[in-house]
Structure formats: structure tokens, C-alpha cells
């Protein structure tokens, strides 16, 4: 299978870079796989459990936003944050989901309903990334 170059970088760091077979990721218009000589491509990112398949293994990470960019054979996300599975706190992931739960059971003002499910979209992904 042919392989394209990656890089993840988040503002604190470089997350990733190397050569990879597919990443699979959901973007504003859904959940997308990228393959080698996929067709230029930019999009923003949803919080989501990440895929990343290379040749010698599958690896899964929790991005909570961000954009994607395809070009000449290679991919670049500037990520707003990602983590690998085994950092993350698996407890207070769970303590944010249900603050973001209890917030959207409440009659908030719109503006608080949406942070609320970002926020529970972002730790829903850290979740399900520790799960996979």
C-alpha cells in the first residue's frame, strides 16, 4: 500500500510526523479516510477519535478540533490539542462528560448550550480513544 507524509502539530508541539497508509478522522462535513494521492483537501476537524494506520501498526488518539490540509501527497493538521490514549486521565474525562451533561439538562442560554457540547464532544472522544 503506498504511504503519504504526516504531520501533527498542536500549539505546544509536534504530535506526529511520519509516513502513515490511512488516517480516518471526523470533519465538519463527517468522518473522512485519507489514502495516499487522495485529491487536495482542507477541512476542519470535530472532536474525534483519530486513526492512524501504518505499516506496521493502528494507532488511535483523541483531537478535540482543529483543521486538516491535503496536498502534494502529504497531510497537515494543526490540531487545538490530540493525546495518545495512555495519557489520558480516563477519570476526569469522565467527571468533564457528565459536567457537560448536567449543563445541557439545564435551561442555559444557547451560547452555554453549545460550549457545553463541544465540551462534551471533546470528552467523549477522550473516552472512546482510551476504549479502542
Known amino acids: 500500500m503506498s504511504?503519504?507524509?504526516i504531520e501533527i502539530v498542536t500549539p505546544e508541539s509536534k504530535f506526529f510526523s511520519g509516513e502513515i497508509d490511512a488516517i480516518s478522522l471526523t470533519t465538519l462535513s463527517?468522518?473522512?479516510q485519507l489514502l495516499a494521492h487522495h485529491i487536495n483537501y482542507a477541512t476542519g476537524i470535530v472532536p474525534s477519535v483519530m486513526?492512524?494506520?501504518?505499516?506496521?501498526?493502528?494507532?488511535y488518539a483523541a483531537i478535540t478540533g482543529g483543521f486538516m490540509e491535503f496536498t502534494?501527497?502529504?497531510?497537515?493538521?494543526?490540531a487545538d490539542s490530540v493525546e495518545w490514549p495512555e495519557d489520558i486521565d480516563i477519570k476526569?474525562?469522565?467527571?468533564?462528560r457528565d459536567r457537560a451533561k448536567e449543563?445541557?439538562?439545564?435551561?442555559?442560554?444557547?451560547?452555554?448550550?453549545?460550549?457545553?457540547?463541544?465540551?462534551?464532544?471533546?470528552?467523549?472522544?477522550?473516552?472512546?480513544?482510551?476504549?479502542?
Open 3 to 5: 504511504q503519504f507524509n
Open 30 to 32: 463527517g468522518r473522512v
Open 51 to 59: 486513526k492512524i494506520r501504518t505499516k506496521e501498526t493502528i494507532k
Open 72 to 78: 502534494n501527497n502529504k497531510a497537515t493538521i494543526m
Open 92 to 96: 476526569r474525562a469522565e467527571a468533564a
Open 103 to 132: 449543563r445541557l439538562q439545564t435551561k442555559a442560554e444557547s451560547l452555554d448550550k453549545k460550549r457545553a457540547q463541544m465540551s462534551l464532544m471533546r470528552a467523549l472522544a477522550r473516552i472512546k480513544s482510551v476504549d479502542k
